[in-house]
């Protein structure tokens, strides 16, 4: 008989880890709290508006990383979500030399070309950007089998894979030690500043910064169109098909433990049995919630000081086509924009007008993902009864913002929404609605362990498990919580195809 396995969860990570469970030979169910798969991953419709308020690039959709081969074997990437990689990153409208767009290009020669056109005077900065990004063009996450799991196509990175990335493993102490904030402040042109300033929050350290960087420009980081939904639903169609069970609206209470064993999870107060689970919430949620008594492992102290990322999520459904503008634009505030207890020179949209599926016709979707530590303030707002007010507030200054830099979407907004880190923590249970962790300057990467070191038959599968998280990370964890069952259960991991 089939050893019986349960995930929590049918996040990214869960999925992944799923996939290769069920068809590594197990019996795996996935219980999840909300009714769709994906977790923080996700999109959803108003009004006849489409907002994409998940993924906006997914490393590993080069066809020439090793991450792309799992991507495809957990059937995340199909012939429904092809890739689409754009050339220009994101524009500052009318921020370029004589009134002209100042573009961020994926291609890195074309990007000092432009910034040296438009900002001869950032000549050092330009340059040392140039060098910092082709030097991490070779930099990827490496995919590799565990040491004493058989499998039936092993992974490892070639000796000239290894080799090619050293080169900017020389940069490295340099980069971890400055703060993104203070690389980009070497431009003194300030669209250029803005125009770099909001690829990924501003905590995290130079490094994070230079390996996006390195990311876009050797070709990875495209979007698979359909989305996040799309996406996580490949994948969960991928599992069933495989004879897996996924229950919707399945909250786990708590992973049940005796004699130091996993023996299954409680589900309405009853015990679900099972051979092995796979934690595959937020770990750093899970620590805390999902054992009685709590699970103490030395690692466990470090995950509880990691600094976590948050977010506020703005959709507008607009009745004006604003097609004629680029698809990400960095818009500079003449007004800070003061928002959940932080204030902002800038803001990244997201416009889909150009993209079928996302507006009525003659219509268009405008997101925009503002980055930063709120989440106690929305918490407190909540607390005290106001978080509604606060929400229109922002929102309606949000929308102000938007109609004074496209005076044509002036009273045509049809549909509007802002998710906060509370909305994503009551759908997600993600810690403090965060949905990566911060690698800030000085601080040092961690890796958490995908087996728990005094539980037997458990796992770990998160985002959370190497920082500083994203979709790579569930990709490497949830096939690493596999591979870790498959060990210790002597059966061969199976990749599929
Ligand atoms: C706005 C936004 C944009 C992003 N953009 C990108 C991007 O462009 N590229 C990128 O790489 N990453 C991006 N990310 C990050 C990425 O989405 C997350 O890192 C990733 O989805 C986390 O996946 P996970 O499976 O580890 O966790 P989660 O997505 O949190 O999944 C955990 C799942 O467990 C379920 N669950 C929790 N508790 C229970 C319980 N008790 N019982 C049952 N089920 C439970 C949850 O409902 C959820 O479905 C973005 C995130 C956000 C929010």
New binding site residues.
Partial sequence: MKKKVII???????LTAGVYAQRSGFDVTI????NIP????TSWSRKGYFFE???????GSSPKLALNRVWKEVGALKENNPIYTREILSSVVGGGKDGGDLHLYRNAEKMRDHFLENAPEDRKAVMRLYRDTKAFQKVHLPINDLFGVKTTKPCHPSLWELVSMAGAGLKYPVLTKETFEHYVNRFSNPNIRHLLSSLIGSRYNALSFVYSMGAFSSGDCGFPQGGSLRMAQNMADTFTSLGGTISYR???QKVAVENGKACGVYLNGALVPADSVIV???SRTAVDTMFEPRLEEKWISKLRGVTTEQ?L?FGLGIEADLSKYPFSIILPLETPFNVGGNTYSNLRLYNYAAMPGYAPEGCSTLTC?VMGDFYDWWKAKKDEGTYRAEKEKALADFIKIIENAFPETKGKTAASDLATPCT?ER????YKGS??SVWGPGGSSFIFPSASKSVEGLYFA??RNQMP????I?AWAGRKAAQCLCRDNSMTFNCGE
């Fill in positions: 929590i969860g049918a996040g990214i990570s869960g219980y999840e709290q909300h994906g977790g923080l991953s308020g998940g993924m906006h690039w997914l490393t399945s909250k786990v595959a919430l937020d977010n999520f993902l994503y759908y997600t249970a993600s949905w990566m998160s985002e998280g994203g979709l790579p569930c």
